[in-house]
């Protein structure tokens, strides 16, 4: 028994880097039109961005977080903080890269 635990114990700590989600994984946003899927793992590791980077001033929490609309983004808020068409491609562009149907 104690070596099964054992056993058991030592897999889950090799296993863990394994199963280890980037950030607060994937995070789904209800929407009209469309629901938006936001990686946490293509903003951190794919575009190298460090959590700071979002969550000092943009989200500090999902609690705290308010929606914001397309204009909204259009004019620098929440995503067109960065998707500006500089920094990273434009929220007035390619919808089908957020919005799912």
Request: hydrophobic letters at 35%; glycine letters at 8%.
């Given at each position: 028994m104690?070596m099964n635990?054992?056993a058991?114990a030592?897999?889950l700590?090799a296993a863990?880097?394994?199963?280890?989600?980037v950030g607060?994984?994937?995070?789904t946003m209800?929407n009209?039109?469309?629901?938006?899927a936001?990686?946490?793992e293509?903003h951190?590791?794919?575009?190298?961005l460090?959590?700071r980077a979002?969550?000092a001033?943009?989200?500090?929490?999902?609690?705290?977080?308010?929606?914001v609309?397309?204009?909204?983004?259009?004019k620098?808020?929440?995503c067109?903080?960065?998707?500006?068409?500089?920094?990273a491609?434009?929220?007035?562009e390619?919808?089908?890269n957020?919005?799912k149907?």
């Amino acid at each position: 028994m104690r070596m099964n635990v054992l056993a058991a114990a030592v897999f889950l700590a090799a296993a863990s880097p394994a199963l280890a989600v980037v950030g607060g994984g994937d995070v789904t946003m209800k929407n009209k039109g469309g629901d938006v899927a936001f990686s946490h793992e293509a903003h951190v590791e794919g575009a190298s961005l460090d959590c700071r980077a979002c969550h000092a001033d943009l989200y500090t929490s999902s609690r705290q977080h308010k929606k914001v609309s397309m204009k909204e983004m259009q004019k620098g808020k929440s995503c067109g903080a960065c998707h500006d068409g500089k920094k990273a491609f434009s929220v007035k562009e390619n919808c089908s890269n957020c919005h799912k149907k």
